[in-house]
């Protein structure tokens, strides 16, 4: 059965902190498109919603939109924030992809 990504609190959390920080609320879009090393790569932006986006609502109005062309490759996927020595970012843990980068922005299904 595929399930629709899930977000966890801590993207919730800095999602928050992004759009406080610009004084406006804006989604998290999270796409996948051809392309990066690997075949498909993730394009992780603020954007607004489209009429035909999946919308992950979250706690205090935060949104993190998903295409329906990106959906089925993001199906049962985690969309998280992580710190780390090399930087902070947006990853997604995707248990559709067989094989990725070592900076886990493109993938192979």
């Known amino acids: ?12 959390a800095r999602l928050a902190e992004i759009n406080a920080e610009a004084g ?3 989604a998290l879009r999270v796409a996948v ?12 932006r603020l954007d607004d919603p489209a ?8 706690p205090g109005g935060q949104r993190v939109l998903v295409d329906p062309v990106s959906l089925p490759f993001l199906a049962n996927a985690t969309i998280d ?4 020595l ?16 070592g900076c886990g922005t493109s993938f192979s299904i």
Do not use: H, W
């Open 1 to 12: 059965m595929n399930l629709p990504p899930k977000v966890t609190e801590r993207a919730f």
């Open 24 to 26: 406006e609320t804006r």
């Open 33 to 44: 498109e051809g392309g990066g090393c690997s075949g498909f790569q993730y394009d992780i």
């Open 51 to 58: 009429d035909d986006d999946l919308v992950i609502e979250g």
């Open 81 to 84: 924030y992580v710190e780390e």
């Open 86 to 101: 090399i930087g902070a970012r947006f990853v997604v843990d995707n248990p559709n992809a067989t094989s990725s980068c």
